[in-house]
């Protein structure tokens, strides 16, 4: 494998593919590369941290582009992908499970396959929102700060009173894979009892939890709940511990504003390992201001990499900077997804039947198929089905 310099912000790996793949940010691990380059891919790397603006990327595609994979920060919007068919483009992969940040619709117009990376992302993206969960009940980042500053003087009764979560309500707005996956460890592990909200019920979920309160009443323990919401606002007003896991769209834009904050306990606790824009964010600051027995825990925000007004300086806010899918073994899963989704379409192979269920992906005899690929049935590629 060869390397050289295109310009400063860019490196070249295998100058001799047959293909030109251009990747917007340095990703983890070795084998995301390795499939490209078994692909015939000139692979140019972007080793800039800044969030490349559309001009940026304009110049990056230049006349030749065959495949891309792009990062969330990054609008990958209709004049994007316009200038992408010139560049003879077959293929596009986000780094990420959600696409928000791209208008799939004008890929779809210009024939452009649109990849995504999921699967990776569920079990690490719900351990974060746990953590921001304890970190949140139990004041960890104040109490730290405390430490450092030399602050501590002794064990006294009433040193960072928390919230205890077991067996306090858990509510959950979008139980989707991560919102499930996020569900299931707060009931185990704090024999919570859940009331969720989603546009359908998820029957997987009810039976799971039904089950594990049936288990825990053979133990002689009092048994969980699993509820299911007429509103968002019957989750928002009963719960103790409130978690959102909805997809960004037109509907979910500021899911939780100034009024539905209102309907919250005032000493409850909010979650957001989402996206930013589903909490009104000014909205937040004023709430979480005028409540401090209120806490919230941020993984995402509105403007990012922005804040608010306000909100850093809010001691009940626990606020870590969109790294809810930070380990290394997804990242570098994303890294293989993405890869897997260019180099398939471009070998010409078709789509696996189940994006949910792609760990085979990660493994040493990878399918033929690319694994996740959003416009598939609207571009009618085929489907792999084994
Ligand atoms: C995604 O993949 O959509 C996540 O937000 C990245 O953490």
Redesign the pocket.
Known sequence: MKHRKMGDRWTVNNPGGRYRVIVTKELPGERWLQILIAAHCKVDVCSSTAILGAGEIESAIGKRCDGVIGQ?TEDWNGTLFRSLKSAGCKVYSNY???FNNVDVGAATKYGIPVGN?PGV?TQT?AEMAVALTLAAARRVVEADAFMRAGKYEGWLPKLFLGKLLSRKILGVIGTGRIGTAYAKIMVEAFKMSLIYYDIQKNRELENYITMYGEFLRTQGEEQVTCQFANSIEEVLSRADVVSLHPVLNKTTHHLINSARLGLMKKEAILINAS?GPVIDETALVHHCKNNPEFRVGLD?YEDEPEMKRGLKGLRNAVIVP?I???TSWTREG?AVLAASNIAAILRGFPVWHDPQNISTFLGADPPRAAPSIVNARELKIPIYNP
Do not use: I, N, Y
């Open positions: 969330l990420a499970v959600g990376t992302l993206t996206r995402v969109h809810a899918s930070a994303m």
